[in-house]
């Protein structure tokens, strides 16, 4: 059981290219399929990190490996709705602020370790509600391509996307003033 948080990451990142084939794919059901998995997909995320932190078995792989399944996940699915122009035009901006951040949050996250600085990143309470919402809103997204592009759902999914966004500078701004102070 010790490992179970670290297979559940793991499976994040495997079954990632399987979600990113339903999402981009014509077949209205493997759409349909898609928002099953995603939120498996994004179940597993919450759990592995319960599981971890309530057995006392965190590890160092976990803490490495986690953000990078999650951003790989969030910048995947992103990019893939892009793609088929689920998010165009003017929401473009959050998705790519979003991704934006992802990336700079991932070297800075290298930068600390090499500059082997004591301020390391720690998740922050603002860092899991942008999760969240982020989560959220892209389940949203995909369920109205499920629904045959129900406009209702897609908008609220949208919104909640734009304030997943502002919570997602925040954090990685705070992020950057915890490695540079």
Same mark, same amino acid.
């Given at each position: 059981?010790?490992? %179970?948080?670290?297979? %559940? +990451?793991?499976? /994040? &990142?495997?079954?990632?290219?399987?979600?990113?084939?339903?999402?981009?794919?014509?077949?209205?059901?493997?759409?349909?399929?898609?928002?099953?998995?995603?939120?498996?997909?994004?179940?597993?995320?919450?759990?592995?990190?319960?599981?971890? /932190?309530?057995?006392? !078995?965190? @590890?160092?792989?976990?803490?490495?490996?986690?953000?990078?399944?999650?951003?790989?996940?969030?910048?995947?699915?992103?990019?893939?709705?892009? *793609? +088929?122009? +689920?998010?165009?035009?003017?929401?473009?901006?959050?998705?790519?602020?979003?991704? !934006?951040?992802?990336?700079? *949050? @991932?070297?800075?996250?290298?930068?600390?370790?090499?500059?082997?600085?004591?301020?390391?990143?720690? &998740?922050?309470?603002?860092?899991?509600?942008?999760? $969240? %919402?982020?989560?959220?809103?892209?389940? #949203?997204?995909?369920?109205?391509?499920?629904?045959?592009?129900?406009?209702?759902? #897609?908008?609220?999914?949208?919104?909640? #996307?734009? $304030? !997943?966004?502002?919570?997602?500078?925040? !954090?990685?701004?705070?992020?950057?003033?915890?490695?540079?102070?």
């Amino acid at each position: 059981m010790k490992n %179970l948080p670290n297979i %559940l +990451t793991l499976s /994040r &990142v495997i079954f990632l290219p399987l979600l990113l084939f339903m999402i981009l794919s014509s077949n209205f059901q493997l759409n349909m399929y898609s928002v099953v998995l995603f939120i498996a997909i994004s179940f597993t995320d919450f759990l592995d990190g319960f599981i971890a /932190r309530n057995q006392g !078995s965190t @590890s160092d792989f976990g803490k490495m490996l986690d953000p990078i399944a999650d951003k790989l996940l969030v910048v995947g699915v992103l990019t893939s709705l892009m *793609i +088929t122009g +689920t998010i165009e035009d003017l929401n473009i901006v959050p998705a790519l602020l979003i991704i !934006s951040r992802e990336i700079f *949050i @991932s070297g800075l996250r290298e930068f600390a370790a090499n500059s082997k600085l004591e301020n390391t990143i720690e &998740v922050s309470n603002i860092g899991k509600i942008k999760t $969240a %919402l982020q989560m959220i809103s892209l389940t #949203l997204i995909l369920l109205s391509i499920s629904f045959q592009n129900s406009i209702v759902i #897609l908008n609220i999914g949208i919104i909640l #996307l734009w $304030a !997943s966004m502002i919570l997602t500078l925040i !954090s990685g701004f705070k992020y950057y003033r915890t490695i540079f102070n």
